[in-house]
Structures are given as structure tokens and as C-alpha cells.
DNA sequence: CTAGACCTTGTCGTCAGCGTCAAGGCAAGC
DNA sequence: GCTTGCCTTGACGCTGACGACAAGGTCTAG
């Protein structure tokens, strides 16, 4: 199949795949007019990307899991390196979880903090003008 | 004081200062030689800023907390539309947690599948190396 | 023969919040 | 007068994952 038609089959663009290709993730082969050919394979490997960049990881991190798709396994997370990766990211993303419930606490507090203010400056409903 | 002493009093830059001057956040006096010079405001103003931008706002979400300051307020969260900001970041926040835990619980499984598989195949505690 | 629908490479733009020079003016001490 | 150290404006760089466009080659249908 040709670029375009990976493109739509993959839910992405042209360029995006380019882009891979240029990064070292997706191999094509090359007809004789030059136009790249990819076969099902290949269509795995860049949902694989997908699914990957959509959970927040970055292009490096995906690497080990075309390398393991590569490899011949079903699933890109069976390697010891997408391992790696994924209890990594679960730490980062543990670590974020903490950090944004440490804001959300914040956040509420200076919430209720300016409210009890407006409540105390304005004791009945309407405020001084009359 | 000038530009330096306040950066080294706020915990920033005079890059990070100027930056803010031309958005408009920040608007210091000039001295007759063009000097920028700021009072106690300017760095009560440039503070809060700090702080709202550690939390993850961005720099259009803190101009109302920076005029509701110039309007004389303690603090600049009790101003209608800091408020209004406050209310839409917290309710940002809750999403993003959301979606974060959603993520979460996908690299847990995505980890616990990929440790089952590897018992599966590594039945014993060493591997197929004698 | 030509229109149109693909494909190619290459380059610049995007968003945000600055960092990092570059080239020069101003003030103060020796 | 000269160095040191602050200040000024201006302009490019950075990160990431692409979007958008340009200029041109290729294949097919009519």
C-alpha cells in the first residue's frame, strides 16, 4: 500500500508518517518509481506508535516498542527495554498525578479562600450599589 | 530598584521580566537615563505571576489576578474574573486527572500483561541459558 | 493531450516561555 | 581615561510533533 492509503488506514497523515520514517520508526520499501510501499506489518507498527504518542509518551520512548514489534512479538510490550519504558512512564506519570493533586488542593483552597472574601465583603446578596 | 534587583528578589530574570513587560504584565517607571525602575507593587506583582505559572497557568490566565492587585486588593484572587479563572483551571485540572488516571490504569495493565507474558514464557527463574 | 490525483523532497511556521548572544549606552571607582 | 558592571533594544535558538506550502515527477482516464 502507498502513503496515502496507510495514512488513512493508520488515522494520520502523510506527513506524520514521513516524519517516523525520517526518525528511524517506520521502514517502507521503495517501488521503482520511487513511491513508498508498506506492507500490514508496517500498518501495526504505526498504530503501535499511535496508540503510544496518544498515552503522553514521546517519539524516543516508542522506539523500544517498534523493536519489539520488529522482533516478531504480537504485542510491543513484551521486551525486557518496552518494560523499562513503561515502568518508567508509570513513574512519571505517578509523580505528575501527585504534583497535580498538590495544585488541584491549591487551587481549591485560593477558590474558597477569594469566595469566603467576596462573601465577608458583601454580607447580603447585592453588593454596595444600592 | 531596577531590573536586576528585582529579577534577584522575584527569583527570575531580567530576560523573564522584559518578556513580561511586552505582554503587557509588568509596567515598570523609567529612569531619565531609560532605566526601568520598580517599586514593592511591581514585585508583589511579578510574584504572584511566578506563582501562577509554577502552578501551570498560562500567561493570558494571569492577567486578571495581575489587574485585580493593581486594583488595590491583597490578594489577587478575589476579583470576579480571577474567579472565573480559578473556577475554569480547577475544572482543567479535574480533567486532566481524569484522563491522567485513565492512563495510569492502561500502563498498570499494559505492565501486568507484559510481566505475565514473560513468565509464561520464562517458566523458571533463569532463562533458556544453561 | 490534458486534467487530476497521486507521489517526491525541501523548507518554513506553529505554540510558550523564556535563554542566549550581539552591539552599544550609562555610571562609578581608580 | 579605563575598566567593570549595570542597563538598553533586537534578534535568533530551543523543544516536539507535526501542518502547510512549493515545485516538480508519475500514473491513469478521458
Given at each position: 500500500m502507498l502513503i496515502g492509503e496507510l495514512a488513512e488506514r493508520a488515522g494520520t497523515s502523510t506527513?506524520?508518517?514521513?516524519?517516523?520514517?525520517?526518525?528511524?520508526?517506520?521502514?517502507?520499501?521503495?517501488?521503482?518509481?520511487?513511491?513508498?510501499v508498506y506492507d500490514e506489518a508496517e500498518l501495526r507498527v504505526v498504530r503501535e506508535i499511535r496508540a503510544l504518542l496518544d498515552v503522553g509518551f514521546g517519539l524516543e520512548d516508542v522506539r523500544p516498542f517498534v523493536a519489539c514489534l520488529r522482533a516478531g512479538n504480537a504485542s510491543g510490550d513484551v521486551c525486557p527495554d518496552s518494560v523499562l519504558v513503561l515502568r518508567r512512564k508509570l513513574a512519571e506519570v505517578d509523580d505528575y498525578l501527585d504534583r497535580l493533586g498538590a495544585v488541584r488542593r491549591q487551587l481549591h483552597t485560593q477558590l474558597s479562600h477569594a469566595i469566603a472574601h467576596r462573601e465577608e465583603t458583601c454580607p447580603k446578596k447585592r453588593a454596595s450599589a444600592p
Open positions: 506527513r506524520t508518517l514521513r516524519y517516523y520514517e525520517a526518525h528511524g520508526l517506520v521502514h517502507p520499501q521503495r517501488s521503482a518509481n520511487g513511491y513508498r
